[in-house]
């Protein structure tokens, strides 16, 4: 190659190649290569291959033209900008080379890198040649560019590629660029596709458990969530309306029960206060106390009974200061335990007024409970019988003096004449007579409420 003739199509044995068939005798080829010069400088080189037996017998040959330095054009030259495509021999010399051609032409082929007056060619030259794969890859500081080397098989020549660093930088920045901005449009993607699905399957059941949920605590009690949904949500919205279902019941059976209390309660205020007009117009004593003996009520007309203003308050005024200490100990010994045991009990004791006097009274002592059986309070009524403590002491003086007096008359002679039963017999009509008195004077002066039983 790069050789020029006068004449004709002149061969020039480059190489042999020898191929064997199964079927057929040992075939040698001859490669042949040599340039046709006709009236310009663009004649074809051509390239040809004749086969021979190994008798020597010709078989045939196979020729093709074409332009060598349209080859050597098309292979030095790059699509990227900055790109240097070389070839060349073991020992440095130039076979192709995009801006020396005629430079290797003048120097008949025999232009070495080393020599080529191109630091960054001879550079690239002394780290190639010190390596010794087929293919690899560098980076030449001198030219401050990447190089890539692969060694054609055959000729052994080294077909190298160099690529300036800022532009493979660039072409690195440019990649990485794309790669971001793909990344980050798909990624706006994958964040739009997840909010649209966490918008429909996890903020809008969350949203009407929200909803519900401020309904219900508003006092909507008919308020549900529909979230007809197989997963968490569905199953904690139905369970929101298992709850709802239930307060719901709740609340009709607490409407109920308080519709029911409100009807005891009128019916009790009602009752109270018949009660108290009673107890207010009534002339016995009538008061009730805490299970801790302290005094929360009295009428007026016990006021009146124990020397108390109408105006005074009872704060911590108990039942021993209004009764006798005797009268106390019974009561809180007696009284108030079979009150406890039987819900009432009745009796006689003595209040105190507040001038130290002790007045007689009759007791009828009642402790109401509550549903679950728990002691409420101590409600007393005491009626005076002053009147009847005396009309007793007069009936029992009036008994003495009878007894008395027959016994004076015994003496006399009827008396003396009657037999003993005759005696006996007077006398217990006598005393019959005073007792049946006694008797009607006492129930003239109880009061009404006893008088009843």
Known sequence: MGLGYAGGLRPKRIGVVLTR???????????????HRGADDQS????????????????????????????????TRSGLPGTMHVIFRTD??????PTKRREILASKGELRMQDSGEAALASLYRAVSARAGRQFSGDADVSGSYYSVARLAGPEWYFLTTMPREHLQR??????????WSGLFSLTLVSGFLATILRRQVAQPM??????????????ISARAIVPRGDELGALARSFNEMADRVTERDAALRAEKATLERRVAERTAELARFASIAEATGDFFGFAGMDERILYINPAGRSMIGLSPDKPLEGLRIRDVHSTSAYEEIRRVMIPSGLRDGACSGETVLRHGEGREIPVSLMLVIPRTSDGQPMFVSAVMHDITDRKRAESNCLKRSNAN?????????SSRWCRMSSARRWKSLCRRWTTCIATTIATTKRNRPRWQRLN
């Open 21 to 35: 068939h199964a079927d057929q005798p040992a075939c040698r080829g001859i490669l042949l290569a040599g340039r």
């Open 44 to 75: 074809p080189d051509c390239v040809g291959l004749s086969s021979h037996r190994e008798d020597g017998r010709f078989l045939g040959s196979v020729g093709h033209d074409l332009f060598v330095n349209r080859l050597l054009e098309e292979t």
């Open 92 to 97: 440095g010399r130039l076979i192709a080379h």
């Open 171 to 180: 072409q690195a920045f440019q990649s990485a660029q794309w790669v971001l």
């Open 207 to 220: 949203a009407e458990l929200t909803r519900a949920t401020k309904q219900m605590s508003a006092g909507v």
């Open 403 to 411: 007894a008395n007096s027959a016994n004076s008359r015994a003496t």
